[in-house]
């Protein structure tokens, strides 16, 4: 299995994506029980928690309730020694990267402060 995309999980806590982390739950317990989840905020509540209900139907699936797998490198097949989390999710990539924003003039005069 290749991975599209990965991410450092020091960058969640600082941009705020829990929400993202109920997804990889609901995208997982999903996609093995073959299950479209109702996605409305509302349905869940203190007590009935959107986790809770996820953690639920992973372990129900045989998967382990926090969603991690064990990975093998696919160079020598060595077990990595930490386990990753591996989901289904939907990502949009948002425009705001340098390259997709830089213009470059050809000729003329270059000013470096505009």
Not at 5 to 13: A, V, Y
Not at 88 to 94: G, K, M, N, P, T
């Amino acid at each position: 299995m290749i991975s599209d995309i990965m991410f450092n999980p020091h960058g969640f806590p600082s941009r705020m994506k829990i929400a993202m982390l109920i997804e990889f739950m609901a995208g997982k317990s999903a996609v093995t029980r073959g299950l479209v989840h109702d996605a409305t905020p509302i349905r869940f509540n203190e007590k009935n928690t959107a986790i809770d209900n996820f953690r639920r139907l992973l372990e129900l699936g045989g998967f382990d309730y926090c969603g991690e797998e064990v990975m093998y490198c696919g160079m020598d097949g060595r077990m990595f020694e930490a386990y990753i989390y591996m989901s289904v999710i939907h990502y949009q990539r948002l425009r705001h990267m340098v390259e997709d924003k830089a213009q470059v003039k050809s000729t003329g005069p270059v000013d470096v402060l505009t």
